[in-house]
């Protein structure tokens, strides 16, 4: 089996289907424990260490791995098939559709499903794969995403990633699934895996970043991003919008390097695009002020309508790491100051040569809005950004030059023929000799 040729077209769609069964009804038949699948954090993280250890392992754990594998290397979910059958699932063809095996009435697949009922993981896996529950949203919502749960908790990240990547188009017909709890919760534990994959098995592995599970994820994405005409779309556009969504939904997204690592793998591809690239811009507009209006109450505010303890920014320092995601957000936050006319009359402040404080100040009051801290300035900002990112990456020159955008600004005149000097300097008074 394992010699034999599995790529799609090659061999009839039924023994895909019959192998996979046969090679699952093998694994329950012959391997009892295979029923009983502990949940544990601890599990899992000795899961993932071990399943790299195939040269150390028993042969009872080499069969159930060579399981996985030829399940993994078949072509059973419609997603994995061809554009007729992708297109299929997500357009609602009935037809297509048809060609599922029934979860509850299939004979064919029965032991499959009383293997998945008894949550044993691989069952689990092959039941997403062959039936309605990894096809149809509202079964995967409903019962689908408890077996993901089932083949994560087995320390399976390679095959819930596998899994992720055939459902996840499912949701760009109603993107109000993103907030179910199970589906976050699952992408939450993949996010924080790597974390505890490194700290059970930092001496069989190395600790760099990014991890196995993180670069496995980049690089389903990268997958799904050029593969966007099988999903039926022109461009990019729709799939890359959702996985931002879907990420900057997750709880403490902004701390948590393996969602920077991928969002940053997105805004790469949104930079060149014009239409994704204003699609990405305005998520982070939405995310920036949707921001710094939840930080921004207290009673100090509420009487007097000014904050002058700062902004409570997403990404307080630069972020070397994730240059073109910190483009994206420092974007963000320069619209933000430019769209509240706080940049316009703090160069028009600084032109009267006030200090660069006393000139904020007086800039926030005349535009009724809270101001940044001066560290917090755009001018200041994209010029950290542009010394912390590695001098090889491509997004430094823009950063210099949107730093420069700032640095060479100057008021506007107040009588034809008066050419105002640029305040650039006063950013930096007592800061060079």
Known sequence: ISRMDWEHGVLATHLHISTAINTVQAA???????????????????????????????AHTQFVNWAWETVSRLHLHMMDRGILESRGILEGNVDIFSQLLDYDLNKEVEIVAAGAVRKIPLACYTSLLLTQLGHSLPELLDRGLALLKVVQDAGRMDHVLEILMYITPLLMSDLSCIENAAFKNILTTLLSADQSYISMAKSMISGTFPGPVTREAGNMLEKMIVNYEKYGKDSPKEIIDLWVKILTSLPGWNVNNSALFLLDILCSHSFFNPPIHSATLQV????QKKFLLESSGGIINWITGVNYSGHKLLFPTSTAQFPWLAYFFLQSEDIHCRETGLWAAMVKQLSEQKPLEDALVSASTQCETSPPLSSQLPIYRWLQQAMDTPPDHPMVPIFW????????????????????RGVG??????MLN
């Open 401 to 420: 030059q949107r730093f420069f955008q700032l640095f060479l600004s100057r008021p506007v005149a107040t009588h034809e023929g008066e050419e105002p």
């Open 425 to 430: 300097m006063s950013f930096f008074v007592g």
């Open 284 to 287: 982070t507009n939405d995310l």
């Open 28 to 58: 329950i038949k012959h391997n009892p424990d295979t029923s009983v699948t502990n949940t544990s954090s601890m599990a899992t993280m000795t899961n993932l260490a071990m399943v790299s250890i195939t040269s150390l392992a028993s």
